[in-house]
Structures are given as C-alpha cells and as structure tokens.
C-alpha cells in the first residue's frame, strides 16, 4: 500500500482546510495517511521562516484572510472568519490525541478531522483535556483513555520526534506531504500529492538542485 506521510499540527487552518480531500485522495488511491503532528513554531524556525506574530500585516491579511477565505468556499468548509481564540495554546495535547489514536488503531482520520474543524468552526481549544475528550466521545471513541494515553511520555516522545524529523526533512509549514520521499508543501499542493501516487515526477540531479 502507498503512503502518504502528513506533517501537520492539530491548530493549522490549512491543514483543516485540506484534510477532506485529503482523505478522497487516499481512497482513490488505495494510500494510507501516516499522521506526523508536530511542534509547529520550533519547525518554521528552522526552516528559516519568520514566526507568525513577526510577519508583516499584509503578509498576515492575505495569506490567513483572503487564501483562508477563499479556500473555505472553495472546499465547502466552515470557519469562524477570525483567528480562533486559543489559537497560540500548546500543540502537545491535540497532537498527542492524534498520535495515540493512531498508535491504538483508532479512526485516526476521523479524529484528525474533528479537532482540526472544532478549532476553526467551532473556537474549541485544542490544549483542553475535556474537549479533546468530548470530540473523541463523539467518534465512539474513549475520550478518558484517549487523553490519558496522549499526556503519557511515550507519545509525547512520538511528538518530540515527529518534531525533529520534519526539521531535519526540511519541512517548511503545516501542512506537508511526502509522497516517496517527495515533499509538498501546502493543501494547495494535493493534486500534485494524488499525481505522485500514480506516476513519481522528475527531480533535480544533485548538481542541479
């Protein structure tokens, strides 16, 4: 079965924004979705971005007002038209409920889709216990153990890891794909992801990249 790693973070808009079709596109393809959430500002730093409260209003305005705005119709998909409240809250929790649903072979997908839309839809804060509970009761799943599994070292150890591997893969934002080994960056990238399923593009030799 093919492969598509996801690098993401629980809170990211654009994540939330592509995560649909996301999901058509592994089933048309017959892939599986690796979930790798992440520590997202320690990543941005790294690939040299400036953090998101130093960008530019113009910067900010377009890309996460207009592109949010228009993608939200585009796909069809709700959003509160503004920054949810607990936006800069801690990752660790709602990443870590991610992780551990896909270590205990729960519906991952599901899951991951949920929090992403209670984030931008609903304002509902990603690093509250109780609510990542709630949303995963509403799955069918058990929130209690969900929760308690997501704090425990392990999986905060997953999440460190994740974290690291994507600085050392060179991951630019939330969300990213690797297809093979193929990185892209942006849900507005996944038609490219569903192409790469089927046929590899070209790359660069060394001394051309």
Same mark, same amino acid.
């Given at each position: 079965? +093919? ?37 997202? *500002?320690?990543?941005? &730093? ?18 996460? @007002? ?10 069809? %998909? ?10 800069? *809250?801690?990752? &660790?929790?709602? *990443? ?8 205990? @072979? ?7 889709? &949920? ?8 304002? &509902? ?12 009761? @509403? ?6 153990? %969900? ?14 890891? *994740? ?17 093979? @080994? ?16 089927? +046929? ?10």
């Amino acid at each position: 079965m +093919k492969e598509i790693e996801y690098f993401y973070a629980c809170h990211s808009v654009f994540a939330y924004l592509g995560a649909w079709r996301l999901a058509e596109i592994a089933a048309e393809h017959k892939a599986q979705v690796i979930h790798r959430p992440i520590d997202l *500002n320690p990543v941005i &730093a790294a690939a040299g971005s400036a953090p998101f409260n130093a960008r530019s209003k113009t910067h900010s305005h377009y890309f996460f @007002g207009r592109e949010i705005t228009r993608w939200a119709e585009y796909r069809e %998909l709700p959003w509160i038209m503004r920054r949810p409240t607990h936006h800069e *809250n801690p990752l &660790a929790l709602g *990443n870590g409920a991610i992780i551990a649903a896909q270590e205990m @072979g729960w519906d991952v997908d599901a899951l991951s889709r &949920a929090l992403l839309q209670a984030h931008w839809r609903d304002d &509902a804060d990603p690093a509250d216990a109780a609510t990542i509970a709630a949303i995963a009761e @509403g799955l069918g799943m058990d929130g209690t153990a %969900l929760v308690d599994a997501a704090q425990s070292a392990a999986i905060q150890a997953r999440h460190d890891a *994740n974290t690291e591997d994507a600085i050392a893969r060179h991951v630019l934002g939330s969300p990213t794909y690797f297809v093979e @080994g193929d990185m892209f960056y942006g849900q507005d990238r996944l038609e490219m992801v569903a192409r790469a399923l089927v +046929k590899p593009f070209a790359r660069l030799t060394p001394d051309k990249a």
